[in-house]
């Protein structure tokens, strides 16, 4: 079954990295995707990543993708009390489909 | 400016009185999708559409029904609406494909927190 995973909270400190994570159970993902939505607004597209490759790098944020665990990761780099915010993990499945599947959400709270 | 425009952000209803949430893009995607966020839940697939004349249930279609008319419309329309629809919405938009090098990530709407009583 198609089904994304991640953990609800993370905390970090002002200034520290952090790293959100994210699993998916179908193997014929296209492509990965990290969204972030801050209080009373829309999904914003963060970043994507293709299945074809390992990492992506866009400014402090970094994307990992480890196909063989199905584990894709977000890390952002010197973390601001703007980053706190609802971060989804999805994926686009297009074999003999077009579906988008949603995690459900981390939420990253930034200490000051 | 690229957006998907949903109309209203607000809206508090009675049960049983039919309503429509519209929702149009201006980047001529071919993709359109509505979603329902609840806490605890995530966002759930309501309705989709491939493109026009072309729709197809999500996760959670009871109680909801979709058009693709045009391409730049994909309104959302609740026939008898009841509390458990009482949600937040988004509509969103991609374009369609496997090139590697293209965005097909969604743009999404501003949401419309809906209240049915």
């Known amino acids: 079954g198609e089904d994304v995973e991640q953990s609800l909270f993370l905390s970090v400190r002002e200034g520290d990295s952090s790293v959100i994570n994210c699993t998916y159970t179908d193997s014929s993902s296209t492509y990965l995707y990290w969204y972030k939505q801050e209080p009373g607004a829309g999904l914003q597209l963060l970043t994507y990543?293709?299945?074809?490759?390992d990492m992506k790098q866009d400014q402090r944020l970094t994307v990992l993708l480890n196909k063989k665990d199905k584990h894709l990761s977000l890390r952002i780099a010197d973390t601001q009390t703007g980053d706190s915010a609802i971060y989804f993990c999805a994926e686009t499945i297009t074999s003999g489909t077009y579906k988008y599947i949603f995690g459900t959400g981390t939420r990253l709270k930034v200490l000051a | 400016e690229a957006q998907v425009t949903q109309n209203p952000r607000y809206l508090i209803t009675v049960t049983g009185k039919k309503l429509t949430v519209t929702c149009s893009q201006n980047?001529?995607?071919?993709?359109m999708s509505w979603y329902r966020q609840d806490p605890g839940l995530g966002l759930r697939q309501i309705y989709y559409?491939?493109?026009?004349?072309?729709?197809d249930k999500g996760d959670v279609p009871e109680g909801y029904k979709v058009s693709r008319k045009e391409k730049r419309n994909f309104p959302l329309i609740l026939e008898s609406p009841s509390p458990n629809q009482t949600s937040l919405y988004f509509c969103a938009s991609s374009l369609v494909g496997q090139d590697p090098l293209t965005n097909y990530g969604y743009t999404f709407g501003s949401g419309t927190r809906l209240t049915v009583v």
């Open positions: 980047m001529n995607h071919e993709y």
């Open positions: 990543i293709f299945s074809n490759m």
């Open positions: 559409s491939m493109n026009v004349e072309v729709t």
